[in-house]
């Protein structure tokens, strides 16, 4: 499926009755899109480049279709640690449906009511720091992030300071655009780049 057949995939938000939302179906297409082998070690490259730069131990791509977190590309960890069938309260969910072109951060998770009783927090790895920058599709659907965890809390983290992960978010839909034998636009217009702007 290329890049004009996605932008106009049926524009339903919601899993009923066996319909895909419109945000599976690009995912699913995303998924099967065939990456080359070159952008397969771009985005391995990203992810180990982002992880050393925050000084984290993981970081993840991460697609949230329907109820369930795909990941693709990983660093440090084991896709099956985080890809729960059921995440109500997933740190990757949250950004997704907030939609909010903006970086989430959360510098304890375990004493943040949104998070503190999510598996991954209130047992192994035990995640404390969570940052994660939205991924959006050429026509702004939100489809997942690029996220960086931590089982160490932050005492503090800027917006600014995430601005390589909001960078890297943009590079993840660029590969995932040519994989589809399309030419994204040169820039994704995100808004999260502008001092004191973030969220928490």
Request: hydrophobic residues 40%.
């Amino acid at each position: 499926m290329d890049r004009a057949s996605l932008s106009a995939a049926p524009q339903s938000t919601a899993t009923v009755g066996g319909t895909k939302s419109a945000e599976d179906v690009i995912i699913d297409a995303l998924l099967s899109a065939k990456l080359s082998v070159d952008a397969h070690a771009r985005l391995q490259a990203l992810l180990d480049g982002l992880a050393a730069e925050f000084d984290m131990p993981f970081c993840l791509i991460s697609f949230v279709h329907s109820s369930k977190s795909l990941i693709p590309f990983r660093h440090g960890v084991d896709a099956e640690s985080f890809e729960h069938p059921v995440l109500g309260v997933s740190f990757c969910q949250h950004v997704q449906s907030v939609k909010r072109p903006l970086p989430l951060i959360v510098l304890d998770a375990a004493a943040d009511d949104r998070f503190q009783n999510h598996p991954l927090v209130a047992g192994p790895p035990c995640v404390r720091t969570y940052l994660g920058a939205p991924v959006r599709w050429l026509d702004g659907s939100y489809l997942g992030t690029v996220c960086l965890l931590d089982t160490r809390p932050k005492t503090a983290m800027s917006c600014d300071e995430c601005a390589p992960l909001m960078r890297a978010a943009e590079q993840v839909m660029r590969e995932y655009a040519r994989g589809c034998d399309r030419s994204p636009p040169g820039t994704m217009e995100l808004s999260a780049h502008s001092p004191g702007l973030g969220w928490q």
